[in-house]
């Protein structure tokens, strides 16, 4: 549309120059010296515009095509993965404090058909999780027990999750899951040097950062809480909190070994499951929360949790293009490998 204007005004000036030159010969010498001066203005003006680079919406064009197969479904009221967070049943791990918490307190504000599965290691010390519950009822916001670093907790915690309010009165499935619970290390940034690394800290930060999001997503697909067509209802979105610092195409700066090579490993974890799980209707995102002023940076950092969690979530609604397999900041740039 854009061109075509362009176009029809570079032509009426060509025209309306020759009109000009050849049928107004009876006009004064200085009028037609005005009316030509006016004409190569606009002229100048006409072929400048058929040089600027047209620009593009390319995520809005992309959000488009994301959302199209959305609209039946969300106009039902259904949740659908790309779309909308709306209606939507969804579980955040690592929700007791910053990102996670901040994940908990947009999506219930977001929508009041949405409702929360909020997990932490220890329920009982989250106080500003029951805070939150106390102003959205039990009903919105369950908050339960989960440590991704063990086996066995995941394991029970997933097997008794059907039965745990809201999720068993929204027919015993779950929307979306966002796996952020994480850690720098055992003693957050003191063993970041080569020369302080062994064995333990690889396994320690491994475990939480790569094993534990693909047995969350592993256990919550065996119980059937995604993945299974006959109880879903449009599907479920698999949101993994990864980090920048695991792009091998990023490292710049070399140490953290163990954060790097854990995220960088869930990094592969996540596209395995977006090609083996898209035919169950689950699409699985990589986000990248940027460098965020919480507990776990040390209060180091250059945005805040509400900043980051609010643009991750638009990336999980499809705001800056397709989410399966892809890997995106809370800005919408999408990450190289």
């Known amino acids: 549309m854009y061109e ?13 120059h020759i009109f000009n030159l050849f049928f107004l010969r009876d006009e004064t010498n200085a009028h037609r010296i005005r009316r030509t001066h006016a004409m190569s203005a606009l002229l100048s003006v006409a072929t400048a515009l058929r040089r600027v680079p047209v620009l593009r919406p390319a995520r809005s064009m992309k959000r488009a095509r994301v959302a199209r197969h959305a609209t039946a479904s969300a106009s039902a009221g259904a ?10 049943t969804v579980v955040v791990t690592g929700a007791n404090r910053g990102i996670g918490l901040e994940f908990v307190t947009q ?16 329920p009982e010390s989250a106080d500003e999780l ?25 394991g029970n915690w997933a097997a008794n999750l059907s039965s745990v309010e809201p999720i068993a009165s929204r027919g015993g499935v779950v929307d979306v899951v966002i796996n952020n619970a994480g850690t720098t290390g055992t003693d957050g940034y003191n063993k970041w040097e080569l020369e302080d690394m062994d064995a333990e800290e690889m396994m320690h930060v491994f475990k939480i950062n790569t094993v534990g999001p693909l047995l969350v997503t592993q256990q919550l697909l065996k119980n059937g809480l995604i993945g299974d067509p006959a109880r879903g209802k449009g599907g479920a979105l698999v949101g993994n909190v990864t980090s920048k610092v695991g792009s091998v195409d990023d490292n710049g700066s070399g140490k953290g070994y163990a954060y790097r090579a854990s995220k960088a490993a869930l990094n592969i974890v996540n596209k ?11 699409r699985c995102l990589l986000l990248h929360p940027g ?7 040390e209060g180091r950092g250059l945005i805040d949790a509400d900043e980051s969690a609010r643009g991750l979530l638009a990336a999980m609604e ?20």
């Open 272 to 282: 395995s499951m977006s090609i083996d799980l898209e035919d169950r209707n689950v």
């Open 79 to 88: 949740y659908v993965p790309g779309g909308p967070i709306e209606n939507a």
């Open 4 to 16: 075509i204007l362009v176009w029809k005004m570079y032509i009426f000036v060509q025209w309306a």
């Open 291 to 297: 460098w965020v002023r919480t507990r776990m940076t």
């Open 130 to 154: 029951m805070d939150v519950q106390l102003k959205v009822g039990p009903e919105r916001l369950a908050i339960t027990s989960l440590d991704v670093s063990d086996e066995n907790s995941i």
């Open 318 to 337: 499809g705001a800056f293009g397709e989410i399966n397999g892809r890997w995106y900041d809370y800005k919408g740039d999408e990450i190289p490998w």
């Open 107 to 122: 999506i219930l504000a977001k929508h009041d058909g949405n409702a929360v599965v909020a997990c932490c290691r220890d």
